[in-house]
């Protein structure tokens, strides 16, 4: 039984086969005759047998980018979620931040600094750009007044910015104001 299936199923695709390269050689005195033959058995076996040789006698004579095309379909893209389709999609979606590039981080000094009421930072930098502590931010620092300390401000891992202040070893997550 399995065998019977398989050769049927071998003539299916055969025959789907067939019938893409029919439709490209239609018209021509030679496929007509042979396609004729094939129609004429009555046994299944030999139609197999008959739609087999066809295609192989049909897909000789088209020309080498036709061939390829009708005897070789290109296989439709995978849908569904893999873990292969998963990474994929991630890796377009996130580039890769390199913490070294100097684009993706900025260097300057905290010049000015005050308290809000509910004790969060706003820093003022020397380059007229104002950012703010996080409210769910809690890192204490101890700044003095008058003096400046120098920061990087980095893209956070998934979102936001953190404030790295290297001689106080501290990191404050904070928000762009001006």
């Known amino acids: 039984m399995r065998i019977r299936y398989l050769a049927l199923t071998m003539g ?21 005759p042979i396609l004729a033959e094939c129609r004429a058995q009555t046994e299944a076996q030999a139609r197999i047998d008959c739609l087999e040789e066809a295609v192989a006698d049909l897909a000789s ?27 994929a999609s991630q890796n377009r979606r996130m580039p890769k931040d390199d913490p070294d590039n100097p684009d993706n981080k900025l260097e300057a000094r905290v010049i000015d600094y005050s308290r809000t009421n509910s004790g969060n930072y706003i820093f003022i930098l ?16 101890s700044l003095d007044d008058g003096e400046t300390y120098q920061i990087e401000v980095v893209k956070g891992f998934l979102s936001g910015y953190r404030m790295r202040f290297p001689e106080l070893n501290r990191l404050v997550k904070v928000r762009r104001l001006r």
């Open 61 to 87: 004579r088209l020309p080498r980018e036709r061939r390829a095309e009708i005897l070789d379909p290109q296989e439709p893209a995978v849908s569904g979620l893999g873990a292969e389709q998963v990474m």
């Open 12 to 32: 299916a695709a055969g025959a789907a086969t067939l019938a893409g390269a029919a439709h490209a050689v239609q018209g021509d005195p030679v496929a007509d």
């Open 126 to 141: 020397d380059n007229d750009q104002v950012w703010a502590q996080q409210d769910f931010d809690r890192t204490m620092l």
